[in-house]
């Protein structure tokens, strides 16, 4: 063979080797295009789910807090108006005693019976009055832990739902995780 021609043939192996190395090299390439969209659509398909469920659980645990938070504003209430119809039922009990010793009183003697009255009038509205505001400082203090204690866990429930929805979104983007 005379050096052209084993010249040709070095350059025909050269090019069919180089050739058939790039097709090798496509394939591979087109290969993993097609298992990246895979995992892609498989990831988003799991994170949209993880994030349904996200949401769920949140609007779940919310619709609770706030569940809890009426009966235990409905309960305090019902005890304030229990201790206020008691202390009513208490300050009645003790007009009518005042009065009956009034009555008594007024059979030995106008005098002793007025004083006796004006005195029991005195200590039944000062008891009323007292048991009233110590109910009505009650009530106003379990509302006012029952409304913040709803309002605490609805916050954490949104906090946590903008959260999710922001990893979701970050994920979608392509954005690694913070770890």
């Known amino acids: 063979m005379t050096m052209n021609g084993m010249t040709r043939f070095l350059l025909a192996a050269g090019l069919g080797a180089g050739l058939g190395c790039g097709v090798g090299l496509a394939q591979d390439a087109a290969q993993a295009t097609k298992d990246a969209a895979a995992d892609t659509a498989h990831a988003t398909k799991v994170v949209a789910k993880d994030t349904a ?3 769920k659980v949140v609007a779940k645990d919310t619709a609770h807090g706030t569940a809890v938070g009426a009966k235990d504003t409905a309960h305090g209430t ?3 108006a229990k201790d206020t119809a008691h202390g009513t039922a ?3 009990k003790d007009t009518a005693h005042g009065t009956k010793v009034v009555a008594k009183d007024t059979a030995h003697g106008t005098a002793v019976g007025a004083k006796d ?3 029991g009038t005195t200590v039944a509205a000062k008891d ?3 048991v009233s505001k110590g109910v009505a400082k009650d009530t106003a203090h379990g509302t006012k832990v029952v409304a913040k204690d709803t309002a605490h866990g609805t916050a954490v429930a949104a906090k946590d739902t903008a959260h999710g929805t922001e990893k979701v979104a970050d994920k979608i983007a392509g ?5």
């Open 90 to 92: 208490v300050g009645a």
């Open 78 to 80: 019902a005890v304030g």
């Open 53 to 55: 469920h996200g949401t």
């Open 175 to 179: 954005k690694p995780d913070p770890k």
């Open 128 to 130: 009323t009055a007292r």
């Open 117 to 119: 009255t004006a005195h």
